[in-house]
Nanobody
């Protein structure tokens, strides 16, 4: 059974940076997607960034392009999200997730394995 444990959340001012990490343990296919999603209360969880760990090609939603960078360290089984130029609209609980199918990496419904999340708060 795969486990995903996030860390690195916190509170920062507008324009600041945070780096989230997700340690992945257990078996995942070599062509799986790993992704970051976020959710605020009362709103559907949304994709932020994801990648197929075989191709290493990252995908981002438009609102974070140029500000966030997703990366995967295979040796350490760790997925990271570097977040720069943070804005109050980025405030949310951020979740790490695994999609064993390897397709639709930015699609919430394709993911069946989730971490518990880490809170990110951006103050103005």
């Amino acid at each position: 059974q795969v486990q995903l444990v996030e860390s690195g959340g916190g509170s920062v001012q507008t324009g600041g940076s945070l780096r989230l990490s997700c340690v992945v343990s257990g078996y995942i296919p070599g062509r799986a997607c790993l992704g970051w999603f976020r959710q605020v209360p009362g709103v559907e969880r949304e994709a932020v960034a994801a990648m197929n760990i075989y191709t290493g090609v990252p995908e981002y939603v438009d609102s974070v392009k140029g500000r966030f960078t997703i990366s995967h360290d295979k040796a350490r089984n760790t997925l990271s999200l570097q977040m720069n130029s943070l804005q109050p609209d980025d405030t949310a609980r951020y979740y790490c997730a695994a999609n064993f199918n390897g397709f639709w990496c930015l699609t919430y419904a394709a993911y069946k394995n989730w971490g518990q999340g880490t809170q990110v708060t951006v103050t103005s």
